[in-house]
């Protein structure tokens, strides 16, 4: 009983501050459905001022949505007169967006109804620094410009102190057997600063959006406290308050909390998705050559030591079992949230099931979703996810499929630089995606194109290269070719030559613009850095095929993706 009060005691600490705005509806409220049918998707306009076209040329705004489904990155064009439109999806309220406009500005934008950007450029450029979230030639215009500047300027507020806490944050250990009561105490002191600093904040720039800083903060304090207990039942008191939670803004920090969330409920051992060879030996479609690994498998599934050979055997049917593995973990998703949310609440989760990186597991995963969703909203949404990925495949299809002479590796211009480690590197712009493609397909005709889409400030992409250095190396016989696409968005050409000059890394490399690497990653639906993509020697796309580099252990592994 102590317990359980003290767990109530620390959370009365946390949330007594926060109260549910008159007539304003989550989505995670029934109400809502009909709030949806009704809103109209939110207008998020600007203009650049004082622009010449040169500068209009040279400027390319980047945005990136956050989105119930993670993030989604687009490019918005500039028309002649400077000014841009950024499209949004959807009809939800409070959308944050995060932009860059070129090298001049960075920021985050929040949607709700209609918002008008103005940045003027010359007092920008006058800066000479690196300018982000507000500044003396940046104005936040319509309806949603006081919540643009309110919601900014406490970006910027005391925000050494805000990172150092945040930071604090993610230092937390995190015990191997999790309690409430003092998971909780860990965070609160931390809790505490941050409410203090949102407290004078507040009480120095009086604004009716000041409850969204609150419910971030408990958006971001919740999504911590799942993290923390991945893997360990976490006590009925705290987990019904966290239920409770309703998300306003579709945030970084609510898009987190529905992914811990998710994180913590399928990690419990009870609902941890599992699937073994013996599963795929009862499917009634098996080839020959899987037929022959199970008959092994099962022939000497008694002996002790187990063969060598076992471990190649199991491996054989990987791509079954992988199959298997993520219809079983979705399916076992959707039934555990039916059985603990709200409808609106558990279809929400339902859409983070959907958290592949591959366009066929995400139409695969779609497909089992949307026959459970009663809550007309997200149906919706997941009715244009899927209807998204089936133009994605056809898209890359198209791409691979286009005719003409056949071109070579000089269609790309003259190389920038070749390496006598053997790195051919080019610089490209204003090409389309799909193009680019084409050409790639028609460059290596009878060749396998493994890409890798990296950014020289992405550390995961840079940890991966030795190991693709490797695999080229082990891999010199097989009729293959590593292309290696950089954004040139937060990088520049020199920075680049010196990073692959400092790995040594063979192979055919591209600095590639801003637009050419968003439409990339939507060819291929890559959430981010890096992204894989494998197209197998007839110049079939093979979706699934390359997670992470390193998960591919060598020559024998890459020649089994041949065909």
């Not at 080839?287 to 199991?314: M, V």
């Not at 291929?524 to 979706?543: D, E, H, R």
């Not at 997670?547 to 890459?558: E, M, N, P």
Request: hydrophobic share 40%.
């Amino acid at each position: 009983m102590k317990a359980s009060i003290t767990i109530w005691v620390i959370l009365i600490t946390v949330v007594t501050s926060f109260a549910q705005p008159v007539g304003v509806v989550a989505i995670e409220d029934p109400q809502f459905d009909a709030q949806f049918s009704q809103r109209a998707i939110p207008q998020v306009t600007g203009k650049l001022l004082h622009v010449n076209p040169q500068e209009i040329k040279e400027t390319t705004i980047t945005y990136t949505l956050v989105t119930l489904l993670g993030q989604k990155t687009k490019i918005a064009p500039l028309s002649a007169d400077g000014s841009f439109q950024l499209e949004l999806d959807y009809p939800l309220p409070y959308q944050q967006i995060w932009v860059h406009f070129g090298e001049l500005f960075y920021t985050g934008l929040y949607a709700n109804k209609q918002l008008y950007v103005e940045l003027d450029v010359p007092k920008l450029k006058a800066a000479g620094k690196e300018l982000a979230f507000k500044a003396d030639g940046v104005r936040y215009l319509g309806e949603d410009g006081p919540l643009n500047e309110y919601m900014n300027a406490y970006i910027l507020f005391k925000r050494a102190d805000q990172l150092v806490l945040s930071s604090s944050i993610q230092q937390i250990r995190r015990p191997q057997h999790p309690v409430a009561s003092e998971v909780l105490a860990a965070y609160t002191p931390i809790l505490d600063s941050l409410k203090r600093i949102q407290a004078e904040f507040v009480a120095t720039h009086p604004s009716p959006y000041a409850w969204l800083l609150e419910n971030e903060r408990l958006s971001e304090f919740y999504s911590q406290v799942c993290l923390h207990y991945r893997g360990h039942l976490m006590e009925p008191a705290l987990f019904d308050q966290i239920k409770a939670h309703k998300t306003y803004l579709r945030s970084n920090s609510s898009m987190l909390f529905y992914l811990y969330l998710g994180y913590y409920f399928r990690h419990l051992t009870a609902n941890r998705a599992r699937v073994s060879w013996q599963d795929v030996a009862r499917l009634s479609d098996l080839t020959e050559p899987e037929k022959a690994a199970i008959d092994s498998l099962r022939s000497t599934e008694t002996l002790s030591p187990a063969p060598a050979h076992r471990a190649q055997w199991t491996k054989q049917l990987g791509p079954r079992m992988g199959k298997m593995y993520q219809n079983r973990r979705i399916a076992q998703g959707i039934r555990w949230l039916d059985s603990l949310y709200s409808p609106a609440m558990a279809e929400i989760m339902k859409l983070q099931l959907n958290d592949s990186k591959d366009i066929d597991e995400q139409k695969a995963a779609l497909e089992q979703i949307l026959p459970s969703m009663t809550t007309s909203w997200c149906k919706l949404i997941a009715k244009k996810e899927y209807a998204r990925t089936i133009d994605q495949i056809a898209s890359v299809n198209r791409a691979l499929a286009a005719s003409g002479r056949s071109p070579t590796v000089a269609d790309f211009g003259s190389p920038l630089q070749q390496t006598d480690f053997g790195a051919t590197l080019y610089k490209l712009s204003s090409m389309s995606g799909a193009d680019f493609l084409a050409k790639l397909k028609q460059s290596f005709v009878g060749k396998a194109i493994l890409l890798d889409r990296w950014a020289t400030w992405c550390a995961p992409c840079l940890q991966e290269m030795p190991h693709s250095k490797k695999l080229q190396q082990d891999a010199k016989d097989l009729p293959v070719v590593f292309v290696y696409v950089c954004t040139a968005q937060g990088s520049d050409q020199e920075r680049w030559k010196r990073k692959i000059a400092e790995l040594k890394l063979p192979g055919l490399h591209f600095f590639i613009d801003e637009t050419l690497d968003t439409e990339v990653g939507q060819l291929f639906s890559f959430s981010g850095y890096p992204g894989y993509a494998f197209i197998n020697q007839k110049g079939v796309y093979k979706p699934g095929s390359i997670t992470w580099l390193s998960a591919i252990k060598g020559r024998d592994d890459l020649a089994a993706l041949l065909e």
